[in-house]
């Protein structure tokens, strides 16, 4: 029925129907459109605005997130940057430290160095003093064989006959003995 009526309508001459920017087929473009709407809504509209809800709701979770990981990724910031500050005086520190234990480790050596020099010292002055012993005793016994040989020698070139018969009676009347 409605449909006829709007057939007549645009089956008349009216006037009105043709006024510019007041079309009758604006108005039932529109009645279409608001029923199509209306029709979408009804069907779809609980599943589209609970899925925007929901869409919503997850987005709203990932802000929070992020601002906690931001929040978060500021607080590491500041703790590597406090690190960063303090890191100077961290290796100076450190320099001196080892400059200590270098310089403790120095007098160490040296002291080790003048123990060993001292025991090293003493050795020495020990075997100089048994090798001259030794070498006093060798000359000492050098010079007794020496001598002997020496005296052995002079008593050979300078005895004569005589002397030697003299020393052969008189030993032999030393053992208790006569000769003729």
Same mark, same amino acid.
């Given at each position: 029925m409605y449909l006829s009526v709007l057939l007549m309508a645009f089956e008349g001459e009216s006037s009105w129907l043709d006024y510019p920017g007041f079309e009758l087929w604006k108005f039932f473009n529109l009645a279409l459109f608001i029923a199509g709407v209306f029709i979408l809504h009804r069907v779809f509209g609980r599943p589209i605005s609970e899925a925007l809800r929901a869409r919503r709701e997850s987005i709203k979770a990932e802000l929070i997130r992020a601002r906690q990981e931001r929040d978060e990724a500021l607080k590491q910031l500041a703790e590597v940057e406090a690190r960063l500050s303090n890191l100077d %005086?961290? !290796?100076? +520190?450190? &320099?001196?430290? %080892?400059? %200590?234990?270098?310089?403790?480790?120095?007098? &160490?050596?040296?002291? @080790?160095?003048? !123990?060993? =020099?001292?025991? =090293? &010292?003493? %050795? @020495?002055? &020990?075997?100089?003093?048994? @090798?001259?012993? +030794? +070498?006093?005793?060798? =000359?000492?016994?050098?010079?007794?064989?020496?001598? !002997?040989?020496?005296?052995?020698? =002079?008593?050979r070139r300078e005895i004569r006959p005589e002397d030697e018969e003299r020393l052969i009676r008189l030993r032999v009347e030393g053992l208790g003995g006569r000769t003729n």
């Amino acid at each position: 029925m409605y449909l006829s009526v709007l057939l007549m309508a645009f089956e008349g001459e009216s006037s009105w129907l043709d006024y510019p920017g007041f079309e009758l087929w604006k108005f039932f473009n529109l009645a279409l459109f608001i029923a199509g709407v209306f029709i979408l809504h009804r069907v779809f509209g609980r599943p589209i605005s609970e899925a925007l809800r929901a869409r919503r709701e997850s987005i709203k979770a990932e802000l929070i997130r992020a601002r906690q990981e931001r929040d978060e990724a500021l607080k590491q910031l500041a703790e590597v940057e406090a690190r960063l500050s303090n890191l100077d %005086s961290e !290796v100076e +520190a450190i &320099r001196q430290r %080892s400059k %200590s234990e270098a310089e403790a480790e120095r007098e &160490r050596i040296k002291q @080790a160095t003048e !123990v060993e =020099l001292a025991k =090293l &010292r003493e %050795s @020495a002055r &020990r075997e100089i003093e048994g @090798a001259g012993k +030794a +070498a006093i005793t060798e =000359l000492r016994q050098f010079a007794s064989r020496q001598s !002997v040989q020496l005296a052995e020698e =002079l008593i050979r070139r300078e005895i004569r006959p005589e002397d030697e018969e003299r020393l052969i009676r008189l030993r032999v009347e030393g053992l208790g003995g006569r000769t003729n």
